[in-house]
């Protein structure tokens, strides 16, 4: 069977149930902790400890390594795993994969004393995470209506603030070192997404008549013409400018409330921080997916979510302040809120061709890790101003990917 689990459990005339999604973002969540502890705090705490005179360049680094490595892999696993055939299903053998590949190089990362060795064991962890990424992100085109691709996005999007949030707890308040935190991550990040992937293969057929397609062997499939398939390009471009600019300003805010507030406790600060975040993300997540479903309108909630978060990052350039960060915290989650489910839904129903699905949506997501974010964020810090510098920076791409997605022609 080419799909990652048996059909899923049907509410209606082929639909996915709730017991299905629960799995899927489960699976999710799993993978969301690997990607998303280290550069918000895991990776600076190590760099402030193996280089501290050089923190920001060594992080710099690193995250643009990973983000090369996520770039060349996610792709070339997507065109892999559309080609596999197994009896286990293609999408299940990759992930399976992807998640036994990073899960124990990156539990080894926080005993080392060397940021080369830190660097090298990344390498492998973002190619483990690059073929769950391209396995598990092609389940909502394989097997999800698109009447429901609104709440399978946020099934994809919402766990992702909750690995954050649940992370950040585990790792400053349960766990707190160094060497054991990144065990513990791994751990629990390899055991959230056994659930959905001991259901078994079963024969009923897809839930609807979209069915994926399998290339047949030496069959070439195309890639996506500018021309012909502008939409798929301008909701790459949308994805990649909105997430840059928050990537950009979120992943030095550790340093920011270090280093220009001043907090007594940084780390306290930072996880204050993403409380808020958390509860207006999930107000804004679930919700913004099924008003999407039942809307049909999926660019505006994109165009507002971009919005709110440049009003964060914005809010943080004209006023520095500890107050400021905390209601740019409320305008931040709230829009990646509704950004995380409503966006995937939006680039899958513009993917071109059913037979190569992961691929295509692996360029996509691999689009979104090229190193731009982290490559700004650099050029700024080091050469052009401080925070306030780059917050404002952060907020003009943000609002660029908002006006991008009003280009797409084939979803409302």
């Known amino acids: 069977m080419d799909e990652l689990t048996?059909?899923?459990?049907?509410?209606?005339?082929?639909?996915?149930?709730?017991?299905?999604?629960?799995?899927?973002?489960a699976a999710w969540f799993g993978y969301w902790l690997v990607i998303l502890l280290p550069p918000q705090f895991m990776t600076p705490h190590l760099i402030g400890r193996i280089a501290p005179e050089h923190k920001v360049d060594v992080l710099s680094y690193?995250?643009?390594?990973?983000?090369?490595?996520?770039?060349?892999?996610v792709p070339l696993a997507g065109m892999a795993c559309d080609r596999t055939r197994t009896r286990f299903g293609r999408r299940r053998v990759w992930a399976l994969g992807g998640f036994l590949v990073a899960a124990v190089p990156y539990a080894l990362i926080g005993a080392q004393t060397s940021w080369p060795v830190v660097a090298g064991l990344m390498v492998?962890?973002?190619?483990?995470?690059?073929?769950?990424l391209a396995a598990l992100s092609a389940v909502i085109a394989d097997r999800v209506p698109h009447r429901q691709r609104g709440a399978a996005s946020a099934a994809m999007g919402v766990p992702q603030v909750v690995a954050l949030v649940v992370g950040m707890v585990l790792v400053t308040t349960v766990v707190t070192s160094l060497r054991g935190m990144w065990v513990l991550i791994a751990v629990l990040a390899a055991v959230s997404a056994v659930p959905f992937f001991l259901v078994r293969a079963g024969s009923r057929p897809a839930p609807y008549d979209d069915a994926p397609a399998v290339p047949r062997a030496g069959e070439r499939v195309p890639f996506p013409r500018p021309r012909l398939h502008a939409d798929y390009y301008w909701a790459l471009l949308s994805r990649v400018l909105i997430n840059a600019g928050n990537l950009s300003g979120t992943t030095y805010l550790l340093y920011f409330l270090t280093?220009?507030?001043h907090r007594a406790d940084p780390d306290g600060s930072l996880l204050v921080l993403t409380l808020i975040y958390l509860v207006c993300c999930a107000a804004t997540g679930w919700l913004g997916g099924r008003v999407s479903d039942a809307l049909g309108r999926r660019r505006d909630l994109i165009a507002v979510a971009g919005a709110l978060q440049a009003g964060a990052a914005g809010l943080l350039a004209l006023a520095p302040t500890w107050p400021a960060a905390m209601a740019g915290a409320v305008l931040l989650?709230?829009?990646?809120?509704?950004?995380l489910s409503v966006?995937?839904?939006?680039?899958?129903?513009?993917?071109?061709?059913?037979?190569?699905?992961?691929?295509?949506l692996g360029v996509v997501n691999a689009a979104q890790n090229v190193p731009l974010a982290f490559g700004v964020a650099w050029l700024v810090l080091t050469f052009v101003g401080g925070y306030r510098v780059l917050y404002a920076v952060s907020a003009v791409i943000m609002l660029l990917g908002s006006a991008a997605v009003y280009r797409i022609r084939s979803v409302r």
């Open 124 to 132: 492998v962890v973002s190619m483990g995470a690059a073929a769950v």
């Open 259 to 261: 280093d220009v507030l």
């Open 62 to 73: 690193l995250l643009v390594q990973n983000s090369v490595v996520v770039v060349v892999c």
């Open 343 to 360: 966006d995937q839904a939006l680039v899958t129903d513009v993917l071109p061709d059913q037979r190569s699905r992961a691929r295509d």
């Open 333 to 339: 989650g709230a829009g990646y809120g509704a950004f």
């Open 6 to 25: 048996a059909a899923p459990p049907r509410t209606g005339r082929g639909e996915v149930g709730r017991s299905w999604l629960l799995g899927y973002a």
